[in-house]
T-cell receptor
Framework: NAGVTQTPKFQVLKTGQSMTLQCAQD?????MSWYRQDPGMGLRLIHYSVGAGITDQGEVPNGYNVSRSTTEDFPLRLLSAAPSQTSVYFC????????????????FGQGTRLTVV | RKEVEQDPGPFNVPEGATVAFNCTYS??????FFWYRQDCRKEPKLLMSVYSSGNEDGRFTAQLNRASQYISLLIRDSKLSDSATYLCVAVRGYQKVTFGIGTKLQVIP
């Protein structure tokens, strides 16, 4: 039972470098999302997708790009890393039922601890 | 005002005690609510779903008060293993999922 798989678990970047955080789920969930978690701030939504080919911005999208070419994969790209992007990143997926209650639990990946120096 | 508000704690309680957390939400259109547990440096995991007035699972009881716009989580007979951060989540529509900052619980021997 893989669930949501995130890689890498840890990463150190220099300011200005770019990288992609990988996220894959094997539950055929339509909805996938990326969060960052900072002390005292809780989980904040970066980008989300409601299906292949559809993405949208969340609360804190600046400096990040996403794409959703398949149902399974939802990579997050940091275009030019900045120290303010030092955080723990979580990918999550969930499904929406066809009948009430519509909303279901979100399944999270294990997280990526990113440090930008 | 944040859409979902929680007291960050920490709540330090002795083993065997009963502890309750409250979470308030500001948008009355929120439809579904969840409590997640997050251990230190780990991913959040679902503890309970709250769709109607409440839900109970063993030592854990969640209640929803739509009139006052709050959700509570009650933990009875606290165990050392209950030490964690408890996240309150409100869902409004398909896309709008808002997390509280979490309440930290430390159960003391």
């Amino acid at each position: 039972n893989a669930g949501v798989t995130q890689t890498p678990k840890f990463q150190v970047l220099k300011t200005g470098q770019s990288m992609t955080l990988q996220c894959a789920q094997d539950m055929n969930h339509e909805y996938m999302s990326w969060y960052r978690q900072d002390p005292g701030m809780g989980l904040r939504l970066i980008h989300y997708s409601v299906g292949a080919g559809i993405t949208d911005q969340g609360e804190v999208p600046n400096g990040y790009n996403v794409s959703r070419s398949t149902t399974e994969d939802f990579p997050l790209r940091l275009l030019s890393a900045a120290p303010s992007q030092t955080s723990v990143y979580f990918c999550a997926s969930r499904q929406r039922r066809r009948e009430p209650p519509f909303d279901t639990e979100a399944f999270f990946g294990q997280g990526t601890r990113l440090t930008v120096v | 005002r944040k859409e979902v508000e929680q007291d960050p704690g920490p709540f330090n309680v002795p083993e065997g005690a009963t502890v309750a957390f409250n979470c308030t939400y500001s948008n009355s259109a929120s439809q579904s609510f969840f409590w997640y547990r997050q251990d230190c440096r780990k991913e959040p995991k679902l503890l309970m779903s709250v769709y109607s007035s409440g839900n109970e699972d063993g030592r854990f009881t969640a209640q929803l008060n739509r009139a006052s716009q709050y959700i509570s989580l009650l933990i009875r007979d606290s165990k050392l293993s209950d030490s964690a951060t408890y996240l309150c989540v409100a869902v409004r529509g398909y896309q709008k999922v808002t997390f509280g900052i979490g309440t930290k619980l430390q159960v003391i021997p």
